[in-house]
């Protein structure tokens, strides 16, 4: 995951909650889920600074996004408390894993601080800047 | 969150805790999850200690009170394994978020020791402080 | 360590720092080392909180001033690494053992925020209210 | 701490690091030690990370350049084992703690990767957006 990408990204999570009205604050990780970039809109709620950084944590160490996590990682799942495993992980949207075309991982993508739905939203519209 | 508020919600909610004949400790916390003021009454089982402390972190970090908390972060909620961020939160009530008139987060209260429905009564009696 | 000496150790410390023009905390555990209470002035260095908490748990493990502490858990003392157990102690001044008249340890006091010599004098005027 | 402050700060740190030759992590929290924005260039140390976070958080913790902070929190100074205080502090430079004009704490940036000389150069440059 190059700076210059991750930058871009984040810039674009920011456009896009901007324009949706809403606070989020958004983490960018590598391939070996260590942080790239970070950064926190002001009103954001600071509970979310860990749950984004753990999104994408998520995301990347099992290779997922943090949503299909949700799955397998709760109590009706078939690998309920994987959730604990790492240091706390986080089984609920907003962690998107991002791949090359070819499919290697490169790192992943967490945002918090608005609705799950509107986090995967603005995760996804920022994870589209590696393809265009 | 002035010193001053804190130490009067604190004494009311030990007032409070002494009239209903219930053993609480007490947790202030400012606007970015602070420590203020704390109390602890004799004969409070000392697992209280923590959980006071995360109840009032829980409501100033999400914005929210823990027993709202609670719905979110619950398995059948939308956001399982939410508890499991910021060092470990509290999915049940007691602890309540402070805000101004104009809605400004000034901080929270958490209260533990006593069954949950008495530790909320607790900290609303002492929210009352700021508002009077 | 009774709540209502804890007050009025806090309330003494307070009063003291206030008329010296410093801004301090207060942290006061009991002889199992578990806190009773605990106050922050408005312009106290957030960094205090942990030291005060850490200097009263000092004391009241090792049953002596943290500035005694700080003689032998030094590089240049007989027990050095000693500061490094217990999750971390102080080594030095502004943590005082709170004892009985026959020499029972009752619990500790630490205050942190201003110059170490300043908080030793918080904590000895405060540390007056048991024997008075 | 504004994010577009913080923000205009990272990219004069990454511009200057760039200038320099060197590889840096930045990190820059505000007045209660919550992350605001992070970036790490390639081929900076992965030790780097956490240490650019606690540079920044020991200088706005005790409201102090953590070159300062050395001073006092050494085996020689008179508040030895400070640094081990607060979830571990950094005694070395490279950390600054931002202030208004007015000497209100905003906030501190830390830098890591480099020298520590080119840390605090790098750390200083990105300053100087805050007055200009």
Redo the contacts between chains.
């Keep these: 995951m190059?700076?210059s990408s991750?930058?871009a990204m984040l810039e674009t999570a920011?456009a896009e909650a901007q324009r949706m009205g809403v606070q989020v604050c958004v983490s960018i990780v590598d391939a070996?889920a260590?942080?790239?970039?970070?950064?926190?809109?002001?009103g954001t709620?600071?509970?979310s600074?860990?749950?984004c950084n753990?999104k994408a944590r998520t995301a990347v160490l099992f290779q997922m996004d943090s949503a299909d996590f949700?799955k397998i990682?709760?109590?009706?799942g078939h690998a309920y408390s994987l959730?604990?495993t790492n240091g706390?992980?986080?089984?609920?949207g907003g962690g998107l894993v991002l791949k090359t075309t070819d499919g290697t991982v490169m790192g992943a993508i967490g945002v918090s601080g608005a609705s799950?739905e509107d986090d995967i939203a603005i995760a996804r519209k920022a994870a589209l800047c590696l393809t265009s």
């Design positions: 190059k700076l991750a930058t920011l070996a260590w942080p790239v970039a970070f950064a926190r809109m002001e709620p600071l509970g600074i860990d749950v753990k949700a990682a709760h109590p009706d959730e604990n706390g992980l986080t089984s609920f799950t």
